[in-house]
């Protein structure tokens, strides 16, 4: 290392080009990165959806689900498997262990599920979990004039979208679909005993285009093809069928028109609109997405106009600003620092040198690893920013005295390579020592050890390039601007003398500071046990996500009728309300599915709305209006969760039981309980509840006797209750799907059981030979590791997460001995508080291993076992400030918290360390006794201690102190970090002297006893 001080400066032109090219790459680096809101984890997660077309929940769980649970119980490593039978379709989620190769998952998943032996209808569809799957915007397109938006959007904007570098889907809703209705005279078809089946038999064989062998023409193969099409409407009315009864055209039993209709109502404050939903590539930056389809769209202002109701970009934007305003004002704060110091301009420039050198080196060590500028990356640039500039202050401060105290004499670049040779071990062991500290992440597993991993890697390399600034880009610096210093012997020694009297106090009395010190330590510890604990912060949105779900037989139109009442509700609410994105059948992004029976909602509240009352009073009109229409209906208003790993701030309690009566009375129960207490909201129950069907049970020996076979009374039935679908057909210059259906349908139980069926022996009723009742099933079957189960779910209010998941699950356990819960369902309760004890105590274990690897470096560094012992005494008084700076801020203990716990590990040990090693020095160097070369060392220390920790925490205040939305990971952090750091540099500055002066007692008699008799 000294060595590098040398060299850079025999050649300080070489190392300002380096630095500047270091600049320029940083800043080209920055530049280019990826911007989005959180780390690009692909979560160990797979997402299995078999669909399974017209089959019910139940026939789904026992023909799909059940034997594909079976095969997938054969996956090494999976954690959980969970799944929902809905009707036509099965959902799966497995969950893997974070050190899990998801791609092998995947093709193994697959191959396994190939070997399931599904019905031969079925499709099945695997993909991994990712934050890229989540929409990045939410748009409503509306018209202006007299342009067809379904039109423009499908012929001209939807290409251009998709050429979008980075964007990987655009799914629409609230589009018309051109169909060609077939609707057929039921009574008539019925005479002429012409069926659906038959019609659309008929339409298919008008469509032929067949070889039909060749021709020879003179030695010459010609082949011969025979076609037949359709190619009107008019030619379609024409088609006659042949019955016993003679002919008939279709024109004369059914009527043919092309029609319009919507497969889902989409809105925008109560106006209809077409929505596009956009989500990017896993790897793509966020921001240029967002931006390209702003661009696009604007490309079309003359024709249409837009709407944004759910945007990411826009939070993406305002967290990264949010996050480079504060590390900038961090930056100035801690540059006035430093001026307090120094109380010179040009030292306080070389000082601060290090902050923009050592980031945008971060920035060029992020583009080369892919990793993307997001909260955590940033946050990590920003709680970094008063830390990198410690080590060129301790050297920039050591060569302002040594050329103040000079005679002006000395060769100038040989002080300046003393004086950074001087505090260079100390500066390398305690850039070292805060470095090393970050690699027990690795042993916190799951979400928190991957979301944190990009944040530590960012510090590590802005820390590793401050030491190189320090004794490279430092020296050249002040050999070059204190050429005219002039020597100044009367330095202000008013601080120092009162410290001096303080620590010769101090030294005197050990056991009265070391008892203090331990009182001080076990109250904190004692205070600690008052803190809230929870996962992360709760950070307060302005976004409500609504959803109503009616009964799973409610038509698509009816839906949309008890919609308009909520969003009339909505809109009238304009103190409060913003905005309104509404959904009505459309598709779940998450899921795929899309569910007549269902309406979602963006609600954007104003600035001034308080998200958690406006809840409450939604939650009860909307009851009102749901509930009118029946009483089984769903209604789940939650604000929307802001990015980052899970909040895990939620009780699930998850209830066990093949008797799906029982298992239905104690979710119901459970539910019921959680709702009353006071400190959950959100409360969900992912029970369904049964819907009414009707259930057609054929007896096979009359079905024998009749010649009738189940199939066809399946296709009979089917085509009376459903349209039949011909597929899409070319006719009149226009390309539209084509659907058949009657003009009226069995309207009952008793209508259905006397429908005809035409079996060998003539038409039969079909209660000749089948019963028809009505039954109620459920209309998802939710498993568990396949087992059948139902959970109930809340999130817990502010941020006593781990008190309040405690009390909770009591509580449930208390329904059993009361009855509430019947005896054969079985409930495990588990909390968000779990996971977080679980984080807590992997974190407290990386700081065990960290305080170990920072004393096997120290170990390294000086080469004796007391000193680091000496150094680390300093670590006791960290928790005294941390948690009082949690205290005074109103701040839980989190995982972020716990991040700034290990972060003072390393930071802390930074003080000890320069002044440890100037004792050294005095001692080994310059032959001072043990209780001289501690006073003088503390003298000497003082001010680039107090210069290091004041720019440290100077540059966190802003962090501490926002407001801003986007800080949630770094505010407790900085808290932390400013309150330990400053409990631990004050009193650090008296406790390790004491403790120094203990481990060398020994030394301190021998020195005592040699001095007597030279004094007498």
Do not use: C, W
């Not at 989620?93 to 209808?121: G, K, V, W, Y």
């Amino acid at each position: 290392m000294k060595s590098a001080t040398k060299f850079s400066l025999k050649n300080p032109v070489a190392i300002i080009i380096l630095s500047f090219l270091f600049v320029l790459g940083g800043l080209y680096s920055f530049s280019s990165l990826k911007v989005d809101l959180l780390p690009d984890i692909t979560f160990p997660q797979l997402s299995v959806q078999v669909v399974y077309p017209g089959a019910s929940p139940q026939d789904v769980n026992e023909q799909v689900t059940t034997p594909v649970e079976e095969q997938l119980k054969g996956l090494q490593n999976v954690d959980t498997i969970t799944s929902t039978s809905y009707e036509s379709i099965a959902i799966f989620n497995l969950q893997f262990p974070f050190d899990t190769n998801m791609d092998e998952m995947e093709e193994e998943a697959r191959r396994l599920i190939e070997n399931a032996n599904l019905p031969e209808s079925t499709a099945v569809t695997i993909n991994q979990f990712s934050f890229g799957a989540f929409p990045i915007y939410n748009i409503s397109l509306f018209p202006k004039g007299d342009t067809d938006v379904n039109v423009l959007y499908e012929s001209e904007i939807l290409p251009k979208l998709k050429k979008i570098n980075g964007l990987n889907n655009v799914t629409v809703g609230g589009t018309k679909e051109e169909l060609l209705q077939i609707t057929v005279d039921r009574k008539k078809a019925t005479q002429y005993g012409i069926s659906l089946t038959k019609i659309k038999e008929a339409i298919n064989g008008m469509f032929l285009s067949f070889p039909a062998g060749s021709l020879e023409d003179n030695a010459v193969q010609v082949p011969v093809r025979v076609e037949q099409k359709i190619e009107t409407i008019e030619q379609l009315k024409e088609m006659t069928f042949t019955t016993a009864r003679g002919s008939i055209a279709l024109s004369e039993i059914a009527t043919v028109s092309p029609v319009t209709e919507k497969v889902a109502y989409t809105r925008y404050n109560m106006q209809d609109t077409v929505q596009i939903v956009v989500t990017k590539k896993q790897d793509a930056n966020t921001v240029e997405v967002s931006d390209s389809v702003i661009e696009i769209l604007e490309s079309y202002s003359s024709e249409l106009d837009y709407s944004i109701g759910f945007d990411q970009a826009t939070g993406i934007k305002k967290s990264v600003n949010t996050l480079i305003k504060e590390g900038l004002f961090g930056a100035l704060f801690a540059s006035l620092a430093v001026l307090l110091f120094l109380r010179n301009f040009r030292a306080t420039f070389i000082a601060i040198l290090s902050i923009p050198l050592s980031l945008l080196a971060s920035s060029i060590f992020l583009a080369q690893l892919g990793i993307t500028l997001n909260i955590m990356t940033l946050g990590g640039m920003a709680v970094a920013v008063g830390r990198v500039v410690d080590d060129s202050i301790v050297v920039i401060e050591n060569i302002f005295r040594r050329i103040r105290k000079s005679t002006g004499e000395e060769d100038r670049i040989e002080l300046i390579v003393d004086s950074t040779k001087e505090i260079l071990k100390a500066i390398t062991s305690s850039t070292l020592t805060t470095i090393v500290v970050f690699l027990p992440l690795g042993l916190v597993g799951g979400i928190t050890g991957e979301f944190f991993m990009p944040f530590a890697l960012t510090i590590i390399v802005a820390l590793f390039m401050s030491l190189l600034v320090s004794i490279t880009l430092v020296p050249i610096l002040a050999n070059s601007s204190f050429k005219t210093v002039v020597p100044d012997e009367s330095e202000n020694k008013k601080l120092q003398n009162i410290y001096t009297s303080i620590m010769k106090k101090a030294l005197n009395m050990k056991a009265l500071v070391i008892t203090i010190s331990l009182v001080l330590l076990a109250g904190s510890i004692g205070i600690a046990t008052t803190l809230d604990a929870t996962f992360l912060p709760n950070e307060k949105q302005k976004t409500i996500v609504a959803k109503i779900e009616l009964p799973a037989a409610t038509s698509l139109e009816k839906t949309n009728e008890i919609s308009l009442k909520i969003e009339t509700l909505l809109a009238n609410r304009e103190d409060t309300i913003q905005d309104v994105t509404t959904g009505v059948g459309s598709r779940d992004y998450s899921t795929g599915i899309s569910r007549k029976n269902v309406a979602s909602y963006f609600i954007n509240l104003t600035d001034s709305a308080d998200i958690d009352k406006e809840i409450k009073v939604l939650e009860e009109e909307f009851q009102k209006i749901i509930f009118a229409f029946d009483k089984n209906s769903v209604i789940s208003l939650t604000e929307l969760q802001s990015g980052g790993p899970p909040s895990s701030n939620n009780v699930d309690i998850d209830l066990y039981s093949t008797d799906l009566d029982a298992l239905q009375e104690a979710a119901t129960a459970v539910e019921a309980y959680m709702n009353e207490h006071e400190s959950l909201k959100y409360v969900t129950n992912n029970m369904q509840d049964k819907q009414k069907q009707v259930l057609v049970e054929i007896d096979p020996k009359k079905a024998s006797a009749y010649g009738v076979s189940g199939y066809m009374v399946l296709g009979m039935i089917a085509e009376q209750t459903k349209p039949v679908s011909v597929g899409d057909l070319t006719l009149s210059g226009t390309e539209r799907y084509v659907r058949i259906a009657y003009d009226q349908g069995p309207s009952s139980a008793t209508e259905l059981e006397n429908m005809t069926i035409f079996s060998s022996n003539g038409p039969i009723a079909l209660k000749d030979f089948a019963s028809v009742k009505e039954v109620e099933n459920v209309s998802a079957i939710q498993k568990l590791d396949g087992k059948i189960f139902a959970r109930v779910s809340a999130q817990v209010y502010g941020n006593s997460l781990v008190a309040v998941s405690s009390e909770v699950v009591d509580g449930v356990k208390a329904l059993v001995g009361e009855g509430k819960i019947p005896a054969n369902v079985s409930l495990e309760a588990g909390s968000g508080g779990d996971e977080t004890m679980k984080t807590f105590a992997d974190l407290g274990l990386a700081m065990i291993v960290a305080i170990g690897l920072v004393y096997l470096t120290m170990l390294i560094t000086f080469g004796q076992a007391r000193i680091p012992f000496i150094i680390l005494s300093s670590l006791i008084f960290v928790p005294i400030g941390a948690i009082l700076g949690l205290l005074a801020v109103d701040e839980p203990l989190s995982v972020s918290a716990m991040i700034g716990v290990l972060m003072l590990i390393g930071i802390v040990t930074t003080n000890a360390i320069v002044l440890v090693d100037r004792i050294g020095q005095n001692r080994y160097e310059k032959g001072m006794k043990v209780r001289e070369a501690v006073i003088e060392a503390g003298q000497t220390r003082l001010r680039p201690i107090l210069m290091t920790a004041l720019a440290t925490i100077a540059a966190l205040l802003p962090l501490a102190f926002t407001t801003s939305e986007g800080t949630l990971i770094s505010k407790g952090l900085a808290v932390v970090v400013i309150g330990g750091l400053t409990t631990s540099t004050l009193l650090t500055l008296i406790i390790v002297p004491v403790l120094y002066e203990l481990f060398y007692r020994k030394q301190i008699k021998r020195e005592l006893e040699l001095s007597s008799p030279e004094q007498s």
